[in-house]
Structures are given as structure tokens and as C-alpha cells.
């Protein structure tokens, strides 16, 4: 059976400037691009939402790709942002990607930075952070590192040792946020 082909992605533009500029990029199905429309929040889209509503732009929605796959959406979605960039890294987007917490700490570097892979790798982290959390609440017993690991295929290989580090580091990830906590060598959902 081939996945169902009912998610698109869609830009939020600022209609305030001539040509009206994304200031948004997400992904969805049904009336998701204009829920945002319906409902503005606190954050720095919420408040473009808002300042775009009081000079009189109400449909700020477009629909940039439809008919994709839930796959497809995604990846086309990164991409988006990954080209404008986010505001809090100099580019245009109020996208919320969050930074490692210890990031403003590190000493500076002679490093070539290329621009957009902050973005890429945050995008990664978030989404290989949901898929995780997924697993942990599909399993109400719990999950091990090594469960994680496997069932997800991000298995590291250490010249035949198996340390997988990667999904080690995204349930700490998960507990420091509060989404699980540990018992034992099981993690389970953590429930507030």
C-alpha cells in the first residue's frame, strides 16, 4: 500500500513587503497553514501573524507544494529553511530551531561555518528527537538504548563495537527536556 500522498508545505509571508517575503516555512495537511491565521501565539511568528492582521492581510498562507507524502514534506520543508535561514542566525524565518544549550559557550574558532548546516543539523536533531519519543510512548514498558538504536537504524559501528552513542545522546536529550525519565536500563515517558 503506497503512503498517502495528503501533506504539502507552505510559506506564511509577510505581506507588508513588496514582494511579500516568507517569514514561516512549515508542513501540514487539511487546514494546518491557516491555523496560524486563526490562532496567533506569543512567539515571532505569532506576533508577524499579528502585525500582518492589523494592516489588513488576513490569507497569509500559501501552499508552495501539495500532494507530497509525510516524507516528502519534510524533506522539502528543511530544505526551505535551511535556504532562508532563521532569524536568530541572520537569515529570514521565524522557524524555532533550537541550539544546543551549550553553543554561546564555546570558544571561537577558525572554522569555516557553510551557511545553512546549523539548520540542517537542528532540523535532524528534532526530528530524529521525535521519532525516539515515539518509540518510548508506543512501548509503555519502556525502551532500552540499544531498542532505540536498532529499531531506528542509527546503530553505530566502532570497528565492530557497538556503543550507540547516537541514540544514547538523543534519550538524554529527551530526559533533560523532561519528555522521559530513566528506570533502570529502561526509558519511559515521563508523565507530568
Not at 528534532?126 to 519519543?133: D, Q, Y
Amino acid at each position: 500500500m503506497s503512503e498517502a500522498r495528503s501533506f504539502y508545505v507552505y510559506a506564511l509571508k509577510d505581506y507588508r513587503s513588496k514582494p511579500p517575503k516568507p517569514f514561516y516555512i512549515g508542513k501540514g495537511t487539511g487546514i494546518r497553514g491557516w491555523e496560524h491565521d486563526l490562532q496567533a501565539d506569543d512567539s515571532a511568528k505569532g506576533k508577524r501573524v499579528r502585525l500582518n492582521h492589523e494592516a489588513g492581510f488576513t490569507e497569509l498562507c500559501t501552499i508552495l507544494v501539495d500532494e507530497l507524502t509525510e516524507s516528502e514534506a519534510l524533506r522539502i520543508e528543511a530544505q526551505l529553511i535551511v535556504a532562508y535561514g532563521i532569524e536568530s542566525r541572520g537569515g529570514m524565518l521565524t522557524n524555532v530551531v533550537i541550539p544546543s544549550a551549550n553553543l554561546g559557550n564555546r570558544a571561537p574558532r577558525n572554522l569555516s561555518v557553510p551557511h545553512g548546516i546549523f539548520e540542517k543539523a537542528q532540523l535532524g536533531l528534532r526530528m530524529l528527537k521525535e521519532a525516539v519519543f515515539e518509540l518510548v510512548i508506543a512501548n509503555p514498558n519502556g525502551v532500552t538504548n540499544a531498542d532505540a538504536a536498532r529499531e531506528l537504524g542509527i546503530q553505530s559501528d566502532n570497528n565492530g563495537k557497538q556503543k550507540d552513542y547516537l541514540s544514547y545522546s538523543v534519550l538524554g536529550l529527551l530526559m533533560r527536556d523532561g519528555k522521559l525519565k530513566k528506570n533502570g536500563r529502561r526509558y519511559t515517558a515521563h508523565i507530568r
